[in-house]
């Protein structure tokens, strides 16, 4: 069994006795063979590799995971490509226990599990937990499939296809186009794996022109980030800026990302030349860090104190919620001294009185 198929059930087992409710894989609009934690929305792709160029690669997941309202919390090894994307990387210095146990325990405090890491780490145990896990689910999707079809006799499935809430048409087309059920005398399959010729040429004609109206909405995009940048003075939005179209610094990110591939059209590029646009920020962990640091001295400044209700979102960030989670790492010990230092310069309130008032 390949060594990354391993980690991932060490790490899906780890997290599911810490009391995480968490899944094998993640159906959602789009298939993705990954680990999916659902009371946070959030992804954990485990790749050893960038696997750039192929359907799987990170930039690919990540525009798919957007699309799906998905957050992408990434782990991949040091020797990665950094990219540019949508999401939160956590790199690994190498593939042994001690390392692999640490980022365990801090996916545990990252998603409020209830225990750390067993020690040592069983791999054996761990796969055949997640593997049965991974047959249920598979299991269930099929059921959900079989039901379907005898309700609406609809044995061609489209991708979208949808019931009791689970994306039945995206599991089974991710199952490859042999994939059949054959359930009370009917075959049931993905309708993509059987299209014709002609129905993948009037596909295509549709994507061209979905493209069209792509277009009128990257110049919304970009009318909102002119805008910004003429009232800012630079073009460096937060990594997350919700705007009445949508996330425009989640926009900026994917400009980024498909000027590296050397996929953005040459007009956008001289287009967000023109306004200063930064297309290496170069963005790191610590960064990020700060930016939550100096969003927590705003909310000072208005509100008077640092004591922030833990649900509080606070100029389209979950401000409550990092503040929650910097006493928690300050209680475990787990919190570097530079950031506490940081902290207490803008007087941080390391016990929230609203505790303490209960």
Not at 23 to 47: H, K, M, Q, W
Not at 201 to 229: C, P, T, V
Not at 320 to 329: F, I
Request: net charge neutral.
């Amino acid at each position: 069994m390949e060594k990354v198929i391993d980690i991932k059930a060490v790490i899906y087992t780890s997290l599911k006795r810490a009391g995480i409710r968490i899944r094998p894989f993640c159906v959602a609009g789009n298939f993705y063979d990954t680990l999916l934690i659902p009371d946070y929305s959030t992804i954990l792709p485990i790749e050893l590799a960038d696997g750039i160029g192929h359907n799987d690669g990170p930039v690919f997941q990540n525009n798919l995971a957007w699309q799906d309202g998905l957050k992408v919390f990434r782990i991949r090894t040091m020797n990665c490509m950094p990219l540019a994307l949508d999401s939160f990387d956590y790199y690994l210095d190498d593939l042994e226990d001690s390392t692999l146990k640490s980022l365990i325990n801090y996916l545990i405090t990252e998603f409020n599990g209830t225990q750390t890491s067993p020690d040592p780490l069983d791999y054996s145990e761990s796969l055949k937990i997640f593997l049965n896990d991974y047959a249920e689910y598979d299991s269930y999707y099929r059921a959900l499939c079989c039901d379907y079809a005898e309700l609406t006799h609809h044995t061609a499935l489209r991708i979208k296809e949808q019931h009791k809430g689970e994306h039945i048409g995206t599991w089974i087309h991710s199952k490859g186009a042999g994939f059949v059920i054959d359930y009370k005398g009917m075959n049931i399959r993905s309708r993509k794996t059987s299209m014709s010729h002609s129905m993948e040429e009037a596909h295509n004609k549709g994507r061209n022109i979905a493209n069209k109206d792509n277009s009128l909405r990257w110049m919304e995009y970009y009318a909102l980030l002119k805008q910004f940048y003429e009232e800012n003075g630079h073009s460096s939005i937060p990594r997350h800026y919700n705007t009445d179209l949508g996330d425009l610094g989640s926009w900026a990110t994917r400009q980024r990302t498909s000027y590296k591939n050397g996929t953005l059209d040459k007009e956008y590029i001289r287009l967000l030349n023109d306004i200063s646009f930064n297309w290496s920020p170069a963005r790191t962990i610590q960064d990020r860090w700060d930016d939550m640091l100096i969003l927590l001295q705003q909310y000072a400044n208005e509100f008077g104190t640092t004591d922030v209700p833990q649900a509080f979102v606070y100029r389209g960030k979950a401000l409550g919620k990092w503040v929650s989670k910097q006493r928690t790492l300050h209680r475990k010990r787990m919190l570097p001294v530079s950031r506490e230092e940081k902290l207490n310069q803008i007087r941080f309130l390391w016990r929230s009185a609203r505790s303490s008032a209960g």
